[in-house]
């Protein structure tokens, strides 16, 4: 019977991990300065910030203030196509109605939440309304206005967003009641919620990859663990590691808000916005991980090794060595994953999640929102623990979530990725049998190209199958996949030993398929061939 327990099972924790590992140090600044208040205030404002949060009650700041700043980003999100679900809606005179209703439901949800934060002070709102219609004067008006658009401290910040959003969802029910809104029409009303949202100096929506301190604090030990052994044992990924991990969590989090709201039909429109910032988070994190991280990792590795006494140079020579192969591997681990989430979100985005059009009227779709919110989770837990199992082989893995529905889409992913595997090594025992056949489908350029595809493909997905199984040849299967590396050195004889380990491991592969599939989150569940192949043809296509 073969087990995995999701976790790397052939290397250990490496020997100056102990002193770092498993005594989180929550005083050290292990975020390197990735929280702070909203972006673009002074010092008198930050401090008014600090004291205006700390003065709001416990649940307001955790889950008021949290709800309210992911609906204004998902408003924003929302806007641009390219992070609303399924194809865009075609150009010309085609009816928005439905998109706008999006808008308005959460331009309302924002008012609702604006006027739990304000409290007692709400009510000057309904009076300051009342003065719009009865004074005579135009200074007296004029100096009304000045007052609703001031934003000297966060109160009068939110007071003023609650204007201008109210102001929003008539002109937004006055469009609506026509019955038809064109595209024109949509765009006028997109670019007024920017307008609106960017000018307020306390809540305009954060950007990607920008974090509270108020509500985006890592409070999982494991987190912290592995923050701080990259703070102290591999700075070159410290930055990249915070990033990735504060996104994931921020995006949990949102996923957790979609599940609450989609359980009311007068709620699920509100879950678009929130897919929406969650998608254009993970888009800013893949571009990241698999654009810049490899370039400021090897400067500042290169810094690292100039600063090295060059006495020591010889002595150091294998630790040098070793730290180098690690940050290799974990350039290759994000680069990866950047491959994975573009790859997950496309699917998941165009295949399942239901669009604006589809959720109007008593057509709520609760199933496939809920299918699209498990996948997603799935893909949040595994970005995590692959990249955890990468920097620190056998430390402990963190967990997003502890609920079952993570732990089903954990099971349905890696139950898909050994299945796309064992198509892939098939598919390469059947070419490398064939010796030196021209016929070379994977890719151009001479009768031994289909082997750096391969590589390819297992460095996408073998990989992480290696990295939480028992295999026991794992050593052996590595050492030789190692011998394909260089081009120059192919020959029968190598590539006949690969083969023989391939053989191996899928014969490995096809065991776990059945272990997973007997899992108790997975009874019950049949394997979606289809869409794991259209999953892999996706793969395929695809260039890291």
Known sequence: MVQTTERHGAAAVPSDAPAAIGAHACALDVYAGHLGPPRGLGADERLLWRTWVTNLNWRAREETLFELEALLKGLACFSNPRNQSGPSPDPGLQDRSAYLRVFRDTLQHCIDLAK?????????????????????????????????????????????????????????????????????????????????????????????????????????????????????QLPEVHSAVVLAFLTLQRDARYLDLISEMSRFDSDVRLTLPLFAALRSDLRA???????????????????????????????????????????????????????????????????????????????????????????????????????????????????LSAQRGADRARSERLR????????????????????????????????????????????????????????????TFLDALENLRDPDLHDARRLELVTQECALFLEYLNTLFAEVSKRSVLQGVPFDREGAAQTLKMHLQARP
């Open 285 to 399: 994190l893949a571009a990241f991980l698999g654009r810049q991280t490899g370039d400021a990792m090897a400067d500042a590795f290169e810094l690292h090794l100039m600063a090295h006494p060059s006495s020591r140079l010889s002595r150091d020579f294998s630790r040098l060595m070793h730290r180098g192969a690690h940050l290799v591997s974990l350039r290759a681990t994000f680069a990866n994953l950047a491959h994975a989430l573009s790859l997950d979100l496309k699917r998941i985005f165009h295949d399942i999640l239901p669009n604006a059009n589809e959720l109007h009227g008593h057509n709520a779709q609760p199933g496939r929102i809920a299918e699209a919110t498990r996948s997603l989770s799935g893909t949040l837990e595994h970005s995590l623990q692959s990249l955890s199992a990468e920097i620190c082989p056998g430390a402990p893995l963190p967990r």
């Open 416 to 475: 898909r990725e050994i299945w796309m595997f064992q198509q892939v090594l098939r598919a390469f025992i059947a070419k490398a049998r064939a010796g030196t056949d021209a016929s070379d489908t994977w890719a151009p350029g001479g009768s031994f190209g289909f082997i750096q595809e391969f590589l390819r493909h297992f460095r996408a997905i073998g990989l992480q199958l290696i990295l939480i199984s028992d295999f026991d040849r794992i050593a």
């Open 116 to 232: 739990r934060l304000l409290g007692r002070r709400d009510r000057t709102f309904s009076f300051s309304r009342y003065l719009e219609s009865v004074l005579p004067s135009d200074e007296e008006r004029v100096r009304l206005l000045e007052q609703q658009l001031s934003q000297q401290n966060p109160e009068a910040s939110l007071f003023s967003l609650r204007n201008g959003l109210t102001h929003l969802i008539e002109v937004a029910d006055g469009l609506l009641e026509s019955g038809f809104v064109t595209a024109r029409l949509f765009e006028a009303m997109r670019s007024l919620v920017a307008r609106e949202l960017a000018r307020s100096t306390y809540f305009s929506p954060t950007l990607a990859l920008e974090f509270r301190l108020e509500h985006d604090r890592i409070a999982e030990p494991a987190l912290l663990d592995l923050i701080d052994y990259c703070r102290t």
